[in-house]
């Protein structure tokens, strides 16, 4: 059975850094594109970051320059680190894991950013 466990996640003021973390097992994690995923109330699911199963990253305009993916195949383990954090960053975070027609979600972390 597949599990992704997402965990950091909190309340933080602006300006602030949070690391996000997603253990994955059941699956052979470095086989797997990783990606975060985000839903803001009212708000559909937006990617966020993704971090192929060759190395290459990509991230969205909205936080390009302030989040970093990684992933520690060793660890099973897939990182997000979010710096200069703003309200509108206020979201449930995903984690995602995809390879060809199978797709995996965690039950995500909610991420706060309030003064």
């Known amino acids: 059975q597949v599990q992704l466990v997402e965990s950091g996640g909190g309340l933080v003021r602006p300006g602030g850094s949070l690391r996000l973390s997603c253990a994955g097992s059941?699956?052979?994690?470095?086989?797997?594109?990783m990606s975060w995923v985000r839903q803001a109330p009212g708000k559909e699911r937006e990617l966020v970051a993704a971090?192929?199963?060759?190395?290459?990253?990509n991230y969205a305009d909205s936080v390009k320059g302030r989040f970093t993916i990684s992933r520690d195949n060793a660890k099973n383990t897939v990182y997000l680190q979010m710096n200069s954090l703003k309200p509108e960053d206020t979201a449930v975070y995903y984690c995602?894991?995809?390879?060809?027609?199978?797709?995996?979600w965690g039950q995500g972390t909610q991420v706060t950013v309030s003064s």
């Open positions: 971090a192929s199963t060759g190395g290459s990253t």
């Open positions: 995602n894991a995809q390879r060809f027609s199978r797709n995996f």
């Open positions: 059941g699956l052979t994690f470095g086989t797997y594109d």
